[in-house]
């Protein structure tokens, strides 16, 4: 779970690889660039409703 400010930044701390995530719940959709690495590696991402 990250929220849409998170996209686009790089630290040096790593949660997990790639692989491991199935899901990328936010509350914004990411750029294009980003959707499709998401996509291209078989995730999907999941929306919060701000209510």
Do not use: W
């Not at 997990?16 to 590696?41: A, G, K, S, W």
């Amino acid at each position: 779970m990250a929220d849409s400010s998170k996209f686009g930044i790089s630290t040096l701390m790593t949660y997990c690889p790639l692989p491991d995530i199935h899901y990328v719940i936010t509350d914004r959709m990411p750029d294009q660039e980003f959707l499709q690495v998401i996509e291209d590696n078989g995730h999907a991402v999941i929306l919060c409703d701000e209510e």
